[in-house]
């Protein structure tokens, strides 16, 4: 079963500092998030060192991405910047992205 779009939002507090990290993990169903990343990497011709590079986020943390794993929010919005698109175009199912590209 897919998982549902969702937004969490996790607060760390760091146990040797005073201050509170805030991490905002997004839970998206991670194998179509996958498959559209991979489809703008191959359109681009990127490969994935070459992302990690651009978009300052490890090796590591892009190849668990593109295996199915759940990015951190942070990680999405450096892709996506790197990438050159929206992040909401990662989000959205195909069917709502026709929608709206269809509005005026």
């Known amino acids: 079963m897919p998982e549902a779009l969702s937004l969490s939002i996790f607060i760390n507090t760091m146990a040797n500092k005073k201050e509170t ?28 060192p070459y992302l990690a590079r651009i978009s300052g986020v490890s090796i590591n943390t892009i190849h668990n991405l593109l295996n199915g794993r759940n990015p951190t929010f942070a990680t999405l919005l450096c892709v996506t910047k790197a990438l050159d698109v929206q992040l909401y175009t990662l989000l959205i199912d195909s069917k709502s992205n026709e929608k709206l590209n269809n509005i005026t």
């Open 21 to 48: 990290d805030i991490d905002i993990f997004v839970l998206v169903e991670t194998s179509k998030l996958a498959e559209k990343i991979q489809a703008i990497l191959d359109k681009k011709f990127y490969n994935r």
